[in-house]
């Protein structure tokens, strides 16, 4: 009984030493080796989703761009939306000390940046470097609107985007020009027959559908996912730029047209005007761009942007127009802060206010406040003498960046609609005498303002 008792025994013993050893064997290569393996790789400094697509093509852009002084700076929505949320973890990461990929990453056809064209220096060799490097590169150009007004220059080709693909992942390279209103402008991505429409999912692109204009960015140099790139100092700014961009050109061939039917007029009294005119219209988006209000060229003065694409000399004043949800109760003393004094304010906030201000030279500044309604918009207007009311009705619009005077200012996008509404179907013929209760085709009595209100809503200076 005792010998089968220490077999037993012994039989135990070994069995358990068994399964202890067998689990020992398969910890160490489930748990531990993984572990160790782990911390080995760290040790070494092996880094998590560099191997992807989209960083090695933004990495050897990157290094393309740099070794041949190509000015180019970050402009990629989705990846500035992703640094403005890390911000403080972008500004503090040290070049090459990313153990983690966390931006340039992220799933995506295309990285866009944008290419500063008047400070290359390498017109086009870098495209050579950049096909050696394994990249398939096209090249978008068109004619430079900014010469459409000279003959001798009109038709004159720049390029105004950049795709160039590694493997799955394209780099969009938007070139931004200088504009004389000191702000940037790239051009509409228009393809030519000769360009394979199957290069790349162009409609996914987030630039290039209609041309843009933004703000000169101020940038600064950060280190995102071990790579140094420029990237706009405020990223959220720029990107909010990004849907209200579009861009439209003044029409300098049916300018042209319309001067050679009708002779401009070069007095000195209409030279003196227009220049007084565009003092006040600068002075004037100086002070309401530092109040943060946006506004546009309205009635006469949009009238002679589209027409003729400068200051008709016969209109006598500057007409913006500004959406009454944008309106500032420290607007009027803003305005009076800039040396342009109060004439006069018709209306109120609820209903039909306009302002206007007494510019040098007697040249006046009119502010007309849109209010949106289901299917139109209208501005008012009141007779002083009678308190008349009238409205002006609109068909709904949204607002386009353009260049008038040197300035980037905004216009109605559907320009033309709200032309004819104001003036109609003749507003190409030049009309020196306008009576703004009778002559715009789209005004209509709005009643009387109460005799109780006249001191709130007629105030003359």
């Known amino acids: ?6 077999n037993v025994v012994l039989a135990l013993l070994t069995l358990t030493s068994s399964a202890f050893l067998l689990f020992q064997l398969y910890y160490y290569k489930h748990y531990l080796s993984a572990k160790n393996a782990a911390g080995l790789s760290k040790s070494k400094g092996s880094r998590i989703g560099f191997d992807s697509i989209q960083w090695r093509a933004v990495k050897k852009f990157i290094m393309l761009t740099s070794n041949q002084n190509v000015p180019v700076f970050l402009i990629d929505p989705l990846i500035l939306e992703l640094i403005n949320k890390n911000f403080e973890q972008v500004k503090n990461t040290s070049y090459g000390s990313t153990s983690e990929c966390k931006f340039f990453c992220v799933p995506r056809d295309f990285t866009a940046f944008a290419l500063q064209y008047h400070l290359r220096k390498n017109e086009e060799g870098w495209i050579q470097v950049a096909e050696n490097m394994g990249f398939q590169c096209i090249k978008i150009e068109s004619k430079d609107p900014r010469l459409d007004g000279i003959d001798s220059l009109s038709g004159t080709e720049i390029p105004l985007h950049y795709i160039c693909k590694l493997a799955t992942h394209a780099i969009h390279l938007i070139v931004f020009h200088e504009r004389s209103g000191n702000y940037l402008w790239h051009g509409h991505l228009r393809l030519k027959e000769h360009i394979d429409r199957k290069f790349v999912p162009f409609r996914k692109l987030r630039f290039g559908r209609y041309p843009g204009a933004f703000d ?3 940038l600064q140099q950060v280190t995102v996912d071990g790579l140094e790139v420029l990237i706009p100092k405020d990223p959220m700014y720029f990107v909010e730029e990004i849907p209200h961009s579009r861009f439209i050109e ?18 000195v009294e209409a030279m003196a005007f227009r220049k007084s005119a565009k003092e006040l219209l600068q002075l004037a988006a100086k002070t309401l761009n530092k109040l943060g209000i946006p506004f546009w060229l309205s009635s006469g003065t949009c009238l002679g942007w589209y027409r003729q694409c400068n200051i008709i000399p016969y209109s006598k004043d500057v007409d913006l127009g500004i959406f009454i949800q944008d309106y500032k109760s420290d607007i009027i003393l803003a305005f009076q802060d800039a040396g342009l004094p109060l004439k006069h304010k018709f209306g109120k906030v609820e209903d039909s206010l306009e302002l206007s201000f007494q510019g040098k030279d007697d040249v006046k500044l009119d502010i007309f406040f849109f209010y949106e309604e289901t299917d139109h918009m209208w501005n008012g207007g009141t007779q002083a003498k009678t308190g008349k009311k009238f409205k002006y009705l609109f068909p709904k619009f949204t607002l386009c960046w353009t260049e008038f005077v040197d300035m980037k200012v ?12 104001n003036y109609g179907k003749t507003w190409k013929i030049p009309v ?10 789209n005004v209509q009595p709005n009643g009387v303002w109460p005799i109780s209100e006249w001191d709130e809503v007629i105030q003359l200076y």
Not at 1 to 6: A, G
Not at 252 to 261: D, M, S, V
């Open 410 to 421: 905004h216009v109605p996008c559907e320009t033309l609609e709200y032309i004819e509404a």
């Open 432 to 441: 020196k005498t306008w009576d703004w209760k009778r002559s715009p085709p």
């Open 216 to 218: 000169r960015p101020e």
């Open 1 to 6: 009984m005792s010998r089968i008792n220490k």
């Open 250 to 267: 003044c029409r300098y061939k049916e300018a042209r047209a319309f001067f050679q039917q009708y002779l401009d007029d070069n007095t």
